[in-house]
């Protein structure tokens, strides 16, 4: 569960970014461990999201098997329904698996 705090300046846009460089996960075809890093930047309205439900939350995915574009998608739908934002933009960066390096954005508007 990912808990919130009220935004202590809600009449003020303004932009918080969170860097979260120890996403880990599953490949669902592999088995093996994916290796990434989740960027989260938002305007909040109401509320806030409190960083250690958050390291609790994406701590979850560790063992799932799951594609980069699921769990993107999935992070964003799960962080929109907690804090309600104006607006938040989510990245996954995704280390070189074959040679091949994955970036996923995502982004959301009220």
Known sequence: MIETFDNPRPQRDYEIEIVCPEFTSVC????????????????????????????YYL???RDQGIFYEFAVNQILDDLV??????????????????????????????
Not at 38 to 46: E, L, M
Not at 82 to 107: D, H, N, Q, Y
Request: with cysteine; charged share 30%; hydrophobic share 25%.
């Open 28 to 55: 669902p075809k592999t088995g093996q461990p994916d290796f990434g890093t989740i960027t989260i930047n938002y305007c909040p309205d109401k509320f806030c999201i409190e960083l250690k439900s958050l390291k």
């Open 81 to 110: 329904k907690a804090c309600e934002p104006r607006k938040m933009r989510l990245t996954g960066s995704f280390t070189p698996r074959g040679g091949i390096t994955t970036t996923v954005k995502v982004e959301f508007t009220k």
């Open 59 to 61: 701590q979850k995915f």
